[in-house]
């Protein structure tokens, strides 16, 4: 019988390993070319491998499935999100306008005729609007609709026959606190860059740059940074579920909470942004005067917050409901444009939220509509009273 060395029981022991390692990469390569991709959560479409290419085709077994997720979403809705550019008009020593460079932002294609859903912020006081495609054309638009209230406006261009990728509405009611999300947008002016993450919290209520309060804003940790405002907050089946509007951020850049517009919220008051230009919202015929610490101290005021009714238009819907302004002969006289009349209803709840401020009146007239009828809760006197008001349109500059 023959001895082995040890240098030959060592390539021995070599070459058996790696026959036992080659046949294991083949095993694996075999069913990864078999496998199923899902999308999405429960009820989500599930692609097979030769269905998943057709979007997408990566190099075999380079990529996770979440991963594969990621980049097939990015593939097929990028084109989707425009980079949008403004400029605004400023004035030199001599009072002269000069134009000069505005806000730069996001905003995502909702119709293939070049309707643009984006921020308000990101067009407010623009003189000039461009929207600039994925294939690197500019097409200059016009903002046609904007509400302030929710930060949201409505910009058209006309794409000439171009064949636009469109962003599909989801919904924004059903959202859960680690549901995964994923943000497209132009951060520092990188165009189409793409951030993930989670649904950090649903439902929070937001004060914006112009103090009114959006309801129900959604908070999230994708990162979102200077021009990402305005683009699309996604699901995992590629339907926006947010419009991403403002991050909380003490140093000037991401901190992983970001906060996003709910796209129902869009749902409502797209409409009317494009056959009107506004939200036709509904309105207490009233000139509301918040309280301060002046007034109330100087008025003797029974509460210290809420928003004292100076005066009722007559013959108003409110003024048949009952509500009381104050009296002319009680007048306090602010500024020369503001005179305040004392002794009126000061209201502190519509439809159970309380009212403390400006911005609580609006927040809870908001989702309304002319017709609609709400119950206002007021303090007269010392005492609380309740009554059924019917809405009219808001008018304009009421804000």
């Given amino acids: 019988m023959r001895l082995y060395t040890r240098r030959e029981m060592l390539v021995t022991s070599l070459v058996s390993t790696l026959t036992i390692v080659l046949v294991f990469c083949i095993i694996l390569f075999v069913s990864q070319k078999n496998r199923t991709v899902t999308i999405g959560s429960t009820g989500s479409p599930v692609l097979s491998g030769d269905e998943f290419s057709t979007v997408y085709n990566p190099p075999e077994g380079e990529y996770t499935q979440e991963e594969l997720l990621n980049i097939s979403l990015y593939e097929m809705l990028n084109e989707g999100v425009v980079n949008i550019n403004t400029t605004v008009m400023s004035y030199n020593f001599f009072l002269e306008p000069v134009p000069k460079e505005g806000a730069s932002g996001s905003g995502s294609i909702i119709d293939g005729k070049g309707y643009v859903l984006t921020n308000y912020h990101v067009v407010k006081g623009?003189?000039?609007?461009?929207?600039?495609?994925?294939?690197?054309?500019?097409?200059?638009?016009?903002?046609?609709?904007?509400?302030?209230?929710?930060?949201?406006?409505?910009?058209?261009f006309d794409p000439e026959g171009k064949d636009l990728t469109v962003i599909p509405f989801g919904t924004s009611s059903n959202l859960k606190v680690g549901q995964k999300v994923l943000a497209i947008g132009n951060p520092y002016g990188l165009e189409r860059t793409m951030s993930t993450g989670i649904v950090s919290a649903p439902g929070r209520p937001i004060k914006n740059e112009d103090n009114l309060i959006i309801r129900d804003m959604i908070q999230t940790d994708a990162s979102i940074n200077p021009g990402n405002s305005g683009g699309p907050l996604l699901n995992t089946k590629g339907e926006m579920i947010g419009i991403t509007t403002m991050i909380y951020t003490p140093s000037g850049g991401s901190v992983g909470i970001g906060f996003s517009v709910p796209v129902d919220t869009a749902r409502r008051v797209v409409p009317d942004l494009i056959d009107h230009?506004?939200?036709?919202?509904?309105?207490?015929?009233?000139?509301?005067?918040?309280?301060?610490?002046?007034?109330?101290?100087?008025?003797?005021?029974?509460v210290s917050e809420g928003i004292l009714v100076s005066s009722v238009t007559r013959d108003s819907s409110a003024d048949q409901a009952g509500l009381r302004g104050g009296s002319r002969n009680k007048a306090v006289r602010v500024d020369a444009n503001t005179v305040i009349y004392?002794?009126?209803?000061?209201?502190?709840?519509?439809?159970g939220k309380k009212i403390t401020s400006y911005s609580d009146f609006y927040s809870a007239l908001e989702d309304s509509r002319p017709g609609d009828v709400v119950t206002v809760m007021i303090v007269r006197g010392k005492k609380t009273v309740e009554l059924d008001v019917t809405l009219t349109e808001r008018p304009e500059g009421s804000l």
Avoid: C, H, M
Wanted: overall charge negative; glycine content about 12%; charged content about 20%.
């Fill in 126 to 156: 623009a003189q000039q609007v461009y929207i600039n495609l994925a294939d690197g054309s500019q097409f200059e638009g016009e903002v046609i609709g904007t509400d302030r209230e929710n930060d949201l406006s409505i910009v058209k």
């Fill in 277 to 302: 230009g506004y939200v036709n919202r509904g309105w207490i015929d009233i000139d509301p005067i918040q309280l301060f610490p002046n007034l109330v101290r100087y008025a003797d005021l029974p």
């Fill in 342 to 351: 004392l002794g009126g209803d000061i209201i502190v709840g519509i439809d």
